[in-house]
T-cell receptor, first 110, second 114 residues
Framework: DAKTTQPPSMDCAEGRAANLPCNHS???????VYWYRQIHSQGPQYIIH???NNETNEMASLIITEDRKSSTLILPHATLRDTAVYYC???????????FGKGTKLTVNP | SAVISQKPSRDICQRGTSLTIQCQVD?????MFWYRQQPGQSLTLIAT?????????ESGFVIDKFPISRPNLTFSTLTVSNMSPEDSSIYLC???????????FGQGTRLTVV
């Protein structure tokens, strides 16, 4: 997988936007960026993915820089239930395998 | 979407024994994967379970230690053999279909080896 780099931890106040960065400077042109999260004691959950364009769904927005070397996952109004470890993944060559890095532990505070 | 059932959800086992974990999916899926998550760590891919053929193992994992079966498109098993306390982890099954971009995960099997 294209190597991704994420900060180990972040804090966010409840109701505010959470902006989680990810660097993927070695990403190739056909490699998507996927975001998953893992809430404590649960299996990972898909959030969103993108290739070049910014994407939005009911859970989050994904902003990808024009050179595709980094991206930001945005949770527009974080809640306590968004406290989780967030993983940014860029499968190499479009591989079906997902290789997880260490992720960012997001803590949403009341 | 796909709903995945893993059994058992947790177990405590004696060292030297083996445990077989089952993964049942509510629909036919092309790709099935097994992961390990050691305490406080991220997920590590063990292998891809291939239907009708031998599993494809990642570096550091071998068939003798983690034999995998995939008899059809909805079911797979992972066996953790000759267990030691270092095998204490959560083992997760994941599925993905080339027609869908997202992967789905089971809730995991929490294994403690004593």
């Amino acid at each position: 997988d294209a190597k991704t780099t994420q900060p180990p931890s972040m804090d966010c106040a409840e109701g505010r936007a959470a902006n989680l960065p990810c660097n993927h400077s070695t990403i190739s042109g056909n490699e998507y960026v996927y975001w998953y999260r893992q809430i404590h004691s649960q299996g990972p959950q898909y959030i969103i993915h993108g290739l070049k364009n910014n994407e939005t769904n009911e859970m989050a927005s994904l902003i990808i820089t024009e050179d595709r070397k980094s991206s930001t996952l945005i949770l527009p109004h974080a809640t306590l239930r968004d406290t989780a470890v967030y993983y940014c993944i860029a499968p190499q060559g479009g591989s079906e395998k997902l290789v997880f890095g260490k992720g960012t532990k997001l803590t949403v505070n009341p | 979407s796909a709903v995945i059932s893993q059994k058992p959800s947790r177990d405590i086992c004696q060292r030297g024994t083996s445990l077989t974990i089952q993964c049942q999916v509510d629909s036919q899926v092309t790709m099935m994967f097994w992961y390990r998550q050691q305490p406080g760590q991220s997920l590590t891919l063990i292998a891809t379970a291939n239907q009708g053929s031998e599993a494809t193992y990642e570096s550091g994992f071998v068939i003798d230690k983690f034999p995998i079966s995939r008899p059809n498109l909805t079911f797979s098993t992972l066996t953790v053999s000759n267990m030691s306390p270092e095998d204490s982890s959560i083992y997760l099954c994941s599925v993905r279909d080339p027609m869908n971009t997202e992967a789905f995960f089971g809730q995991g099997t929490r294994l403690t080896v004593v």
